[in-house]
C-alpha cells in the first residue's frame, strides 16, 4: 500500500534547538497533515496545509507542502520540554473522505 | 480533550474472542474514522461513516465489522480475534466528511489478545 516515508525516525536534542523532520511519498496528495501524539493520548492536529508550495505557522511550528506535492517538512523553533513526543506527518489523497496515509512517526525527545 | 470518547480503554481477550469498541463523536461531527495503531504498521485507516453510512473502507479485515448509529456514535466489532490483533485502536471525528484530513482522535481503546 501507499507509504510516507518520515525522517528522521528519532531526535534527542537540548531545549532550545530547533528542530527539523521531513515526509516524502512517491504519492501526490491533494493534503499534508502534522499531528502530534502525547503518550496515552491519540493524536492531536498540529497544522494543516492545502496547497503546493503554501508555508504554514503554527506558534513555533512552521511546516511547507512541497511543490512536488510529494513531500512536507516541519519545523519547530526554540524547543521546550512540552515538545516531547511522537510527530507524524499524513497525506490525503481525496477530499471527500478522511482516509490518511501516516508517517511512521519522528520521536522528539528534549533535554532541558 | 478532544471531544471523542472511547470505551473501553483497555481491553484483554483471548484468541478466538469477539470485542466491541464503542465511540462517541464530538457533538455536531457527522463523520467517524476508525484507525488502527500497531508498533509494526503504525496508524491505518480501517473504515469510515458519514451520517450512518459507509464513506471509505481501508484495510479492514473481513473479520472486522463496523456502524454508525443514528445518534451517531460508532462500534467496531473484531471477531476471531488473533494476537496481530493487538493494537491501539482510535476513532476520530469530524464535522464534515474529510474536512481536509482535520481530524479529532479520542485517547483510544487498548486491545491485548492473549
Known amino acids: 500500500g501507499q507509504q510516507l516515508n518520515q525522517s528522521p525516525q528519532s531526535m534527542f536534542i537540548q531545549e532550545g534547538e530547533d528542530v527539523s523532520m521531513n515526509c516524502t511519498s512517491s504519492s501526490i496528495f491533494n493534503t499534508w497533515l502534522w499531528y502530534k501524539q502525547d503518550p496515552g493520548e491519540g493524536p492531536v492536529l498540529l497544522i494543516a496545509l492545502y496547497k503546493a508550495g503554501e508555508l504554514t505557522s503554527n506558534g513555533r511550528l512552521t511546516a511547507q507542502f512541497g511543490i512536488t506535492r510529494k513531500d512536507s517538512f516541519l519545523n519547530i523553533s526554540a524547543s521546550i520540554p512540552s515538545d516531547v513526543g511522537i510527530y507524524f506527518c499524513?497525506?490525503?489523497?481525496?477530499?471527500?473522505?478522511?482516509?490518511?496515509?501516516f508517517g511512521q512517526g519522528t520521536t522528539l525527545q528534549v533535554k532541558p | 480533550d478532544s471531544g471523542v470518547t472511547q470505551t473501553p480503554k483497555h481491553l484483554i481477550t483471548a484468541t478466538g474472542q469477539r470485542v466491541t469498541l464503542r465511540c462517541s463523536p464530538r457533538?455536531?461531527?457527522?463523520?467517524v474514522y476508525w484507525y488502527q495503531q500497531s508498533l509494526d504498521q503504525g496508524l491505518q485507516f480501517l473504515i469510515q461513516?458519514?451520517?450512518?453510512?459507509?464513506?471509505a473502507k481501508g484495510n479492514i479485515l473481513e473479520r472486522f465489522s463496523a456502524q454508525q448509529f443514528p445518534d451517531l456514535h460508532s462500534e467496531l466489532n473484531l471477531s476471531s480475534l488473533e494476537l496481530g490483533d493487538s493494537a491501539l485502536y482510535f476513532c476520530a471525528s469530524s464535522v464534515a466528511s474529510g474536512k481536509g484530513g482535520e481530524l479529532f482522535f479520542g485517547e483510544g481503546s487498548r486491545l491485548t489478545v492473549l
Open positions: 457533538s455536531g461531527d457527522l463523520s
Open positions: 499524513a497525506g490525503q489523497l481525496n477530499s471527500n473522505t478522511g482516509k490518511l496515509i
Open positions: 461513516y458519514y451520517n450512518g453510512e459507509e464513506r
